[in-house]
């Protein structure tokens, strides 16, 4: 059993820049893909990005490469999203989440078996 927890989110101008964090229980954190996903109001689930057990893998959506950066610190049972150059539509409540599989199926709710209660993030014009 794994629970997580984030931390961080607010409400920020557009440009600014946040670092969510998720902390995990649990002595396994470090056998766990990470993933961050987004749920804007009246949309579905949207994956964000992804690191693999090790944190030599990343992987992200487009529309937040070169803005979002994941990392992890498997001795602290944390994992992190740097989001820089934010923009309105990035507005959502932020999700981690852990699970097994391959990074091509990272993307996928399916393969994620535990996940945080949620953040805030709300970017203004």
């Known amino acids: 059993q794994v629970q997580l927890v984030e931390s961080g989110g607010g409400l920020v101008q557009a440009g600014d820049s946040l670092r969510l964090s998720c902390a995990a229980s649990?002595?396994?954190?470090?056998?766990?893909?990470m993933g961050w996903f987004r749920q804007a109001p009246r949309k579905e689930r949207e994956f964000v990005a992804a690191?693999?057990?090790?944190?030599?893998?990343?992987y992200y959506v487009d529309s937040v490469k070169g803005r979002f950066t994941i990392s992890r610190d498997n001795a602290k049972n944390t994992v992190y999203l740097q989001m820089n150059s934010l923009k309105p539509e990035d507005t959502a409540v932020y999700y981690c989440?852990?699970?097994?599989?391959?990074?091509?199926?990272?993307?996928?709710?399916?393969?994620?078996?535990?996940w945080g209660q949620g953040t805030q993030v709300t970017v203004s014009s």
């Open positions: 649990g002595r396994t954190f470090s056998s766990y893909v």
């Open positions: 989440a852990a699970g097994v599989g391959r990074l091509s199926a990272v993307p996928r709710t399916s393969i994620y078996a535990y």
């Open positions: 690191i693999s057990s090790s944190g030599d893998s990343t």
